[in-house]
């Protein structure tokens, strides 16, 4: 299994930015996804999750109405739209994969990771 994020850059503070993380699972549409961000020094800490039909999404309070998290399963893609950046939104962004029935914002539930997407904000 392997899942590539990518989107990251630099950014102005209001600006946008939309990530992807493209997963080489062949049964995608059965693992909820997620996104956590990390800043040097301090511990990766969750962002948002889907679960595997994309009914369901869960926000940290900190970017809840700001980002939106969806996925395409025909293209065993995850998004993450991030709107109103502000500079405490700089972090390597990183997606994973639960394949557990219930979807988390615990991250020890997380199976596989990707390899991280550098945000940017400047003020």
């Known amino acids: 299994v392997q899942l590539q994020a990518s989107g990251g850059g630099l950014v102005q503070a209001g600006g946008s930015l939309r990530l992807s993380c493209a997963a080489s699972?062949?049964?995608?549409?059965?693992?909820?996804m997620a996104w956590f961000r990390q800043t040097p020094g301090k511990e990766r800490v969750f962002v948002a999750a889907?679960?595997?039909?994309?009914?369901?999404?869960y926000y940290a309070d900190s970017v809840n109405g700001r980002f939106t998290i969806s996925r395409d399963n025909a293209k065993n893609t995850v998004y993450l739209q991030m709107n109103s950046l502000k500079p405490e939104d700089t972090a390597v962004y990183y997606c994973?994969?639960?394949?557990?029935?219930?979807?988390?914002?615990?991250?020890?539930?997380?199976?596989?990771w990707g390899q991280g997407t550098l945000v940017t904000v400047s003020s």
């Open positions: 994973a994969a639960d394949h557990g029935v219930v979807t988390t914002n615990a991250i020890f539930e997380y199976d596989y």
């Open positions: 699972i062949r049964t995608f549409s059965r693992y909820s």
């Open positions: 889907i679960s595997w039909s994309g009914g369901s999404t």
